[in-house]
């Protein structure tokens, strides 16, 4: 079974530190590229950034630039999404995804999703 699973989101203080993993299983990680996404109730869905299949190319977009981080470990099938200096406004679902070959920066190219994890920013 296809299936990405996302974990690692929790509560943290502002200024603070989280690392989410998104684990697939049912399929190669080299294959695909990875994306990273947001979505907080009533807003679109928000991509945030993205690992490349081939090339391992990353993207990030502008309001999390310098502040996370993507890899990827190809031994545990698993990208990661580092995420330091945490602000209220990073709270959040956040969700992985699956796109064949390169990145894209919108949810609608992306085909596999994961469940999602929940990331609070407070005091």
């Known amino acids: 079974q296809v299936q990405l699973v996302e974990s690692g989101g929790g509560l943290v203080q502002p200024g603070g530190s989280l690392t989410l993993s998104c684990t697939a299983s049912g399929f190669t990680l080299d294959y695909f590229a990875i994306g990273w996404f947001r979505q907080v109730p009533g807003k679109e869905r928000e991509g945030l950034s993205c690992?490349?299949?081939?090339?391992?190319?990353?993207y990030y977009v502008d309001s999390v630039k310098g502040r996370f981080t993507i890899s990827r470990d190809r031994a545990k099938n698993t990208v990661y999404l580092q995420m330091n200096d945490l602000k209220p406004e990073d709270s959040a679902v956040y969700y992985c995804?699956?796109?064949?070959?390169?990145?894209?920066?919108?949810?609608?190219?992306?085909?596999?999703w994961g469940q999602g994890t929940q990331v609070q920013v407070a005091v």
């Open positions: 690992i490349s299949s081939e090339s391992g190319s990353r």
């Open positions: 995804a699956r796109r064949t070959y390169d990145c894209a920066p919108l949810p609608v190219n992306y085909a596999i």
